[in-house]
């Protein structure tokens, strides 16, 4: 069965310091990759997805992700983060004809002013 | 245009007790889902829905039931809640199923006690 690992539970750090969030899923074949954001009180919303073509994607609010189908690796990076970046980030994979999405636990991100 | 719309927002069940979580989408979506989040767990498909009157089971069905009669309206059936049932419920809709972007309802915490 499909699986979605994100390393770090939580991670801190204070503004205008780089961002990397890890996700690795473990299919083999066709996979479709998307990263999910909870802001405090908020809906989850879409920050970006790949489905093919360039493995660079880039999302909303500067935010961008990498897929690196060797490592079965799609990181999440922003350059600069801002307090307002504050929240709950998900990585989910979608493979072959499935017709479910596989989230990952989750990365509490905080920022410090 | 509310989107995905949740009731209620909270709820403390005592066990035993049954309740229906209803969920709304006024997107004309033909796919709908219901996922429980458990802390440093993610999300878990409970159920999912292709159409009116088709349903499916997800990763962790038992204890719950759904009904899809309508386009819109796809609630959620807990009966004899058990404290396992605790957690925060999204439900969320799409288009389609696999690259379409998943839209997402505000939650309703459960707590059974």
């Known amino acids: 069965a499909q699986s979605v690992s994100q390393h770090n539970h939580h991670v801190i750090l204070s503004e205008a310091a780089s961002l990397e969030l890890g996700c690795n899923y473990s299919y083999g074949g066709t996979v479709n990759l998307f990263w999910y954001v909870q802001y405090p009180g908020q809906h989850l919303q879409l920050l970006l997805k790949y489905f093919s073509g360039d493995p660079l994607v880039k999302g909303i609010k500067g935010f961008e992700a990498e897929f690196i189908k060797s490592k079965f690796s799609f990181n999440l990076r922003k350059p600069s983060v801002q307090w307002s970046d504050t929240a709950e980030y998900f990585c989910?994979?979608?493979?072959?004809?499935?017709?479910?999405?596989?989230f990952g636990s989750g990365t509490q991100l905080t920022v410090l002013p | 245009n509310a989107g995905v719309t949740q009731t209620p927002k909270f709820r403390i069940l005592k066990i035993g007790q049954s309740m229906t979580l209803q969920c709304t989408q006024d997107?004309?979506?033909?796919?709908m889902y219901w996922y429980r989040q458990d802390p440093g767990m993610g999300l878990k498909l409970i159920y999912y829905?292709?159409?009116?009157?088709?349903?499916d089971k997800g990763e962790v069905p038992n204890g719950y039931n759904v009904s899809r009669s309508t386009t819109e309206d796809f609630p959620l059936r807990l009966e004899l809640a058990a404290p396992s049932q605790t957690s925060v419920y999204f439900c969320?809709?799409?288009?389609?199923?696999?690259?379409?972007?998943?839209?997402f309802g505000p939650g309703t915490r459960l707590t059974v006690t």
């Open positions: 829905s292709v159409g009116a009157g088709i349903t």
């Open positions: 969320a809709s799409s288009y389609g199923a696999g690259v379409y972007e998943q839209y």
């Open positions: 989910a994979a979608l493979s072959g004809s499935a017709r479910q999405l596989t």
């Open positions: 997107m004309n979506h033909n796919y």
